[in-house]
């Protein structure tokens, strides 16, 4: 297992748009295997394959306070949302940022398991949320892109002074 790098906005690779993966293979379990633990290290809920400068259509996510209930998402498809909620969101890649977005209040997602196995979920509450937040990173749409231009500016410029400073 390995714990991967994880891009920072504004890194331009996190705009890049993630193909579908053609066939689940032993590749992509480890990728799977390997996302799940930079996530847990981090800590986060969740890890989109895009933030690892992977562009495939691969999420992993874990809402238990014991990492006993990591969740695999491979070309997930919404197939119904319904309502809004709105939910003070962080994110990975725009580390010290909690800004509130507005989304759908519970969607039904399909998607491939990590051995091909298609599923439905019916989400709502953080996990909707969650898994809105991960589609948006595999489309190349990071969290604060739903704020004010003034805002993205200020998050932008606070994270390439702090980048700077670590350099
Ligand atoms: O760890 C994470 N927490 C979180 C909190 C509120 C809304 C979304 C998230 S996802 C985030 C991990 C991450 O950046 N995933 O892309
Ligand atoms: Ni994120």
């Known amino acids: 297992m390995a714990i991967l790098?994880?891009?920072?906005?504004?890194?331009?690779?996190?705009?890049?748009?993630?193909?579908?993966?053609?066939?689940?293979n032993e590749d992509i379990r480890q990728l799977v295997r390997d996302m799940a633990e930079?996530?847990?290290?981090a800590p986060g809920i969740g890890l989109a394959a895009t933030q690892v400068d992977v562009h495939k259509?691969?999420?992993?996510?874990?809402?238990?306070?014991?990492?006993?209930?990591l969740r695999v998402f491979i070309n997930p498809r919404i197939l119904a949302k319904c309502g809004n909620q709105?939910?003070?969101?962080?994110?990975?890649?725009?580390?010290?940022?909690?800004?509130t977005v507005t989304?759908?209040?519970?969607i039904t997602v399909e998607a491939l398991d990590e051995h091909g196995k298609a599923?439905?979920?019916?989400?709502?509450?953080l996990l909707a949320v969650c898994i809105q937040h991960e589609m948006d990173h595999l489309l190349g749409k990071v969290?604060?892109?739903?704020?004010?231009?003034?805002?993205?500016n200020r998050i932008k410029n606070k994270l390439k002074k702090r980048q700077r400073e670590r350099a």
């Open 5 to 24: 790098n994880i891009l920072t906005y504004p890194d331009p690779r996190l705009h890049k748009i993630a193909a579908p993966v053609e066939e689940i």
């Open 38 to 41: 930079t996530m847990y290290d």
């Open 57 to 69: 259509q691969v999420i992993v996510m874990d809402l238990s306070e014991d990492k006993s209930e």
């Open 86 to 99: 709105d939910y003070e969101e962080g994110c990975l890649s725009v580390p010290g940022v909690y800004e």
């Open 103 to 106: 989304r759908a209040a519970e």
């Open 119 to 125: 599923f439905t979920l019916e989400a709502e509450g």
């Open 143 to 152: 969290f604060v892109e739903y704020l004010s231009g003034l805002k993205q």
